[in-house]
């Protein structure tokens, strides 16, 4: 059974630091992209970085980027997510995700999510 489970959520001030953690477990060979997403209270899930597995190529949001770093530890089947000067929107749920397949419009298809881990940040 595959799963993801996330940690390092918390509170934390404007302007600081948090690292999250997402460590996979279960059939995870196939995977080509694990990546993260966030749902902020009354808003839609949206999208925040992705990391290929094999070649290790990197895609921010617009709003994130230039803030936040992703990246992987293969041999611990673990990917980081470091979130530098957060801002009060910054606020959410995040989620990790996992894809091994693609749809027809070259997207990856996140068929594995985690439950989430509470990010809050105060002004």
């Known amino acids: 059974q595959v799963q993801l489970v996330e940690s390092g959520g918390g509170l934390m001030q404007a302007g600081g630091s948090l690292r999250l953690s997402c460590v996979a477990s279960?059939?995870?060979?196939?995977?080509?992209?694990m990546g993260w997403f966030r749902q902020a209270p009354g808003k839609e899930r949206e999208f925040v970085a992705r990391?290929?597995?094999?070649?290790?190529?990197?895609l921010y949001s617009s709003s994130v980027k230039g803030r936040f770093t992703i990246s992987r530890e293969n041999a611990k089947n673990t990917v980081y997510l470091q979130m530098n000067s957060l801002k009060y929107e910054d606020t959410a749920t995040y989620y990790c995700?996992?894809?091994?397949?693609?749809?027809?419009?070259?997207?990856?298809?996140?068929?594995?999510w985690g439950q989430g881990t509470q990010v809050t940040v105060s002004s």
């Open positions: 995700v996992a894809a091994y397949r693609w749809d027809s419009g070259g997207r990856p298809l996140y068929e594995y």
């Open positions: 279960g059939r995870t060979e196939n995977w080509n992209i």
């Open positions: 990391i290929s597995l094999p070649e290790g190529i990197k």
